[in-house]
Antibody, heavy 117, light 108 residues
């Protein structure tokens, strides 16, 4: 069965960096694009970034453009989100989600990032 | 950017009720709309894709309709496990996703 497991969250000071990982299993990872979506505490869902199945295309929300980098390692079934210059407003649960067709059909359980001094 | 206006933001209902949630897009998105359910502390779960198609494994009491700018999500015969927050999400302007603000369905 499809499984996505995020890791790498934690407490970090403003301006510092953090790298999130998403381990995929139960499907052919290299066939699917992947999203990162986040949710601030008590708030709604916000799309962060997407990467094509082969890593050839990457797109970002304006709120993270220039600070976050999405990448993937298809040989190890891993998705990453490198987050630099973190701000208070980046505090959120970060989810990875598989793209099937055009829809994000499976999501991980999320990893919490807290940006605080 | 496309804006998604979801209403109501919350509602109270009883087991067995029919619940309807609407989502309005700021411009025509054809049928490029999905609906998700999210329970506290859990990941969103895809229920409806392409406005009206039931995701495999999702009970048939959930349904969706609409096209263009106006969409409706319905739960028939609300069950105890359906109390959750529901989100619409458009993908007309890929690759970005845009979500509605969410509707919290609470027990009356």
């Amino acid at each position: 069965q499809v499984q996505l497991v995020e890791s790498g969250g934690g407490v970090v000071q403003p301006g510092r960096s953090l790298r999130l990982s998403c381990a995929a299993s139960g499907f052919t990872f290299s066939n699917n694009g992947m999203h990162w979506v986040r949710q601030a505490p008590g708030k709604g869902l916000e799309w962060v970034a997407v990467i094509w199945y082969d890593g050839g295309q990457k797109y970002y929300a304006d709120s993270v453009k220039g600070r976050f980098t999405i990448s993937r390692d298809n040989s190890n079934n891993m998705l990453y989100l490198q987050m630099n210059s973190l701000r208070d407003e980046d505090t959120a649960v970060y989810y990875c989600a598989r793209i099937y067709g055009t829809r994000p059909d499976y999501w991980g359980q999320g990893t919490l990032v807290t940006v605080s001094s | 950017d496309i804006q998604m206006t979801q209403s109501p933001s919350s509602l109270s209902a009883s087991v067995g009720d029919t619940v309807t949630i609407t989502c309005q897009a700021s411009q025509d998105i054809s049928n490029y709309l999905n609906w998700f359910q999210q329970k506290p502390g859990k990941a969103p779960k895809l229920l409806i894709y392409d406005a009206s198609n039931l995701q495999p494994g999702v009970p048939s009491r959930f349904s969706g309709s609409g096209s263009g700018t106006d969409f409706t999500f319905t739960i028939n015969s609300l069950q105890p496990e359906d109390f959750a927050t529901y989100y619409c999400q458009q993908y007309d302007h890929l690759p970005a996703l845009t979500f509605g603000g969410g509707t919290k369905v609470e027990i009356k």
